[in-house]
């Protein structure tokens, strides 16, 4: 496991942390959990990671249709929030969510908690928390291998 956090004091930071971490992910594709409060800037990080790889499409919360998925860049990006199913709902398509870390893809998933750390395959887990400042602080720990670099590489 490793891990990584930046802080983020304006909106320009937070570009360019999702344009660098776009870069170790645009080409393998990867599986990220997002963790945070209503409002810490998940769905925010998953947009300009998207405008990043290529996404045209207007990228939008999932909040009510689970998933959102945009296939305009050179790899598919995918966008679940688990929010509306919460423990038991998410129980029903843990397997679902395991076929979306197979491939060359990204897939995006808000609201990680509520599927109870059932999500054994590599993946990013990202935290988004506010500061006191107003500013965000996002922590990057990789779960396997492949993702392990991909934090590496945050640092760097």
């Known amino acids: 496991m490793c891990s990584v956090e930046f802080v983020c004091k304006t909106l320009e930071d937070t570009k360019k942390l999702a344009y660098k971490f776009a870069r170790l992910i645009e080409h393998d594709g990867c599986f990220i959990n997002l963790y945070g409060e209503i409002g810490a800037g998940k769905t925010a990080f ?27 860049a050179n790899i598919p990006v995918y966008h679940f929030d688990l929010y509306r199913l919460e423990n038991e709902g998410v129980k029903t398509i843990l397997d679902e969510l395991r076929e979306y870390s197979e491939s060359r893809q990204i897939s995006f998933v808000e609201w990680a908690e509520f599927s109870q750390d059932e999500i054994p395959f590599n993946h990013i887990k990202i935290n ?15 779960i396997g291998d492949d993702c392990i670099k991909i934090v590496e590489g945050l640092k760097q």
């Open 46 to 72: 998953v947009k300009l990671v998207a405008e990043a790889v290529g996404v045209t499409e207007k990228v939008t919360s999932p909040s009510f249709v689970i998933l959102n998925e945009y296939h305009s």
């Open 128 to 142: 988004v928390t506010y500061e006191e400042d107003d500013s965000r602080k996002y922590s990057f720990t990789g």
